[in-house]
């Protein structure tokens, strides 16, 4: 469903943020993007999910080549994806609540069915008791579950998570890893960029300074 071929990713400025990448991931698979800091996650995370384009090279979504497409069409195919930021990007002046049921709004869902399905989303992360909180009001680990409900509230068929453990202690962090196996035990794509791996289970795909080190196709 996610095919890279060659792809090169070249930021304003000459920086070779990924450096001719290859590899194919399948529907249902579990996989984590490892490598240094600066070593190309991020960017790779970002072309999966259509927010940049590759400067060289094909990256297929489903077939369809992202680096060609009207922009026009973008935000539909990014409806594929639930992404959860570094940073978590949650709305501050808004309730927990409030935040998982955004994506709901922009599809056009609102009333009762929002309502079940954020309460839904909520529940999975362990953060029914929350929903009328204010994020500032929540630790760290719960702002990051937050941001995992509203990234999967929509019923993504990928999931996208941008060092999702990076500031959380230990024990949050294998809570987090668990939630996203069991996402993907139900068949949902799930990809993590995380500089520590650890002992994930799963596919790796390393990165070193652009260049795919581990996971390179035979
Ligand atoms: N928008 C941008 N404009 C210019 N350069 C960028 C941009 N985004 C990333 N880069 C550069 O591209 C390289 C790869 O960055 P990227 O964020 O993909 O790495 P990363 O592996 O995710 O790093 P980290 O683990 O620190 O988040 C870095 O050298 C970075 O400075």
Redesign the pocket.
Known sequence: MIKFDKVT?R???G????RSVTFEIAKGELVY?T????????????LIAAI?RPTTGTVLLNNQNIGTLRRAALPYIRRNFGMIF?DHKLLYDRSAFDNVALPLAIDGVAGREAGKRVRAALDKVGLLNREKAMPIALSGGEQQRLAIARAIVSRPAVLVA??PTGNLDSNYAHDIMALFRSFNEVGVTVLV?T?DAGNAEGRLLH?DH?ALTEGVPA
């Open positions: 990713k930021y304003p400025g920086h070779e943020a990924l993007i490598g240094h800091s600066g070593a190309g996650k991020s960017t790779l995370l970002k940049e570094q941008d060092e960029a500089h990165l652009g």
